[in-house]
């Protein structure tokens, strides 16, 4: 029988010459070719550096020590070279800023096309078919950095696309998409993978991956696989909370309800999981709950006053928002994407000027303010962090806030010190900023404002890139700080929240 593998790990340990652990511990796996894989694990378990091992990016742009083996189409990865490895597996990246090439929508997506000296009309043929089957055809002159996070999501995976290569490794394409457009981007993966491509996605958001089938979810613990099986028999086992890792909503909810789940009940999706059997235990429980009122905020905080806004002067992209914020809220600001979201959050903090209307806190009018004097005010945690981060250690970038403020040095050390204990960072309190994940990344420039004790905090997708542990941990302490006075404004697409 012929061997149709193509990706084969082999008793394979990767080490980044700045750790003294290895990333990934013997590591035996096989993809065959046409598979449609999932990875999933906790932020920081290896999911992005095994990635990275397949599309050659682990050695040749990330230093390591490598034992064992890894092929790719029969090629063995360490003595191949990036070119060759880039040409089999076409990557979409976590960061779409970090992938863009071109000055305009169009251009990125040609890139792979200039490379392989496709004649121009063919070129423009082709660009434009797939940025029409990822819904981008109308941006196709619009500069990528000025998108959406989801609109960049897409762009990014329009510029794999196009190179038709046969592997495609996709590391959380979901992670800045809201539920409608995820959905999208799954059934046009889906897609993808019918043209007998082998797809290997990482994501945390399993229930929106698993939107359609995949073959086998391997996963991820501190850098071991700890299974490799069935959709079905994964999110039976139990495993997936043990290790960070999100269920889907509905199978929590049969768990509340104290409800065994089994392979057989067909978990994987919620179109084939068989509810009827647990029917009984779902009415007892809901039958025994109930939904308490929240009490009611109190003294209007902060006021917004008719804004609209445009980026281009013809668009408008916020148009006579109006709306209250009161002290002690939590709340959530939802929207498809492109929606003008981040926008309006960017037009609160001072980094836009709007085009007409105010913003009242306490009610007085901040515009007469500077980025830095309404920083006192609200702070903001942004949805990508590599726009944020400017140290290159986490304790001396979580602690820059301060510094700038002029805080006493041994004040400094104990606010971070205990706003790295809230996030989960201060074991890694002395650790360079580029060995972290990007969950890590994440939970880096949340510290960094939390630190600072902002009347208002604003958080720009806070979940993106979080595995469930981290994500848990998160919310629960924005709840507590939220019960003690804290408003709090986020910006999500996460129905989870």
Not at 437 to 462: C, H, M, W, Y
Request: a negative charge; hydrophobic letters at 40%.
């Amino acid at each position: 029988m012929k061997d149709d593998a193509v990706i084969r790990f082999s008793d394979f340990s990767f080490k980044y010459f700045s750790q003294k652990e290895p990333t990934l511990h013997n590591i035996n796996l096989t993809i065959h070719r046409g598979e449609k894989v999932l990875i999933a694990g906790p932020s920081g378990c290896g999911k992005s550096t095994l990635g990275n091992c397949i599309n050659g990016l682990i050695p040749f742009a990330f230093k390591g020590e490598i034992t064992g083996s890894l092929t790719v189409d029969g090629i063995e990865t360490k003595n191949a070279s990036l070119f060759a490895l880039s040409a089999k597996v076409g990557t979409v990246l976590q960061d779409s800023d970090g992938q863009f090439i071109g000055l305009s929508v169009g251009e990125d997506i040609a890139f792979a096309l200039e490379n392989d000296l496709v004649p121009q009309e063919t070129m423009k043929e082709k660009v434009r078919e797939i940025a029409g089957i990822v819904d981008m055809e109308k941006y196709i002159s619009q500069n990528p950095h000025d998108l959406s996070g989801g609109q960049k999501q897409r762009v990014s995976l329009a510029g794999v696309m196009v190179d038709d290569a046969d592997i495609l490794l996709f590391d959380e394409p979901l992670a800045n998409l809201d539920p409608k457009t995820g959905k999208t981007a799954i059934e046009l993966i889906d897609e993808i993978s019918a043209e007998n491509k082998t797809v290997i996605i990482i994501e945390h958001r399993l229930e929106d991956v698993l939107h359609r089938p995949v073959d086998r979810i391997i996963l991820l613990g501190e850098g071991r696989i700890v299974m490799d099986a069935s959709p079905d028999e994964v999110l039976a086992s139990g495993i997936l909370q043990e290790y960070g890792v999100r269920e889907p909503l509905y199978l929590t909810a049969a768990k509340y309800a104290g409800s065994r789940i089994t392979a057989d009940m067909k978990p994987a999706s919620i179109d084939t999981f068989d509810v009827h059997r647990i029917r009984d235990d779902l009415q007892k429980w809901y039958d025994a709950n109930y939904i308490r009122t929240p009490e009611q905020p109190q003294e209007t905080l902060l006021e917004i006053q008719d804004i609209s806004f445009s980026y281009d002067g013809v668009r408008p992209t916020l148009q006579n928002v109006s709306a209250v914020i009161r002290s002690g809220e939590m709340l959530s600001i939802v929207g498809k994407n492109g929606a003008g979201k981040t926008t309006l959050a960017s037009v609160m903090c001072g980094f836009l000027k709007p085009d007409q209307g105010k913003i009242l806190m306490n009610g007085k009018d901040l515009s007469p303010l500077s980025i830095s004097e309404r920083a006192e005010y609200i702070g903001i945690v942004m949805q990508n962090p590599n726009q944020m981060i400017s140290k290159t250690m986490i304790f001396d970038e979580v602690a820059l806030g301060l510094v700038i403020r002029g805080m006493p040095e041994e004040e400094i050390k104990q606010k971070v010190y205990d706003v790295l204990k809230i996030c989960g960072l201060y074991e890694f309190r002395n650790w360079p900023i580029s060995a972290l994940s990007f969950g890590q990344k994440k939970r880096v420039t949340i510290a960094s404002i939390l630190v600072l004790n902002p009347k208002i905090l604003i958080l720009d997708e806070p979940t993106a890139g979080q595995d469930y542990r981290h994500y848990s941990e998160i919310m629960e302490f924005l709840k507590k700080l939220n019960e003690n006075g804290q408003t709090i404004i986020l910006i999500t697409h996460d129905m989870h929240l």
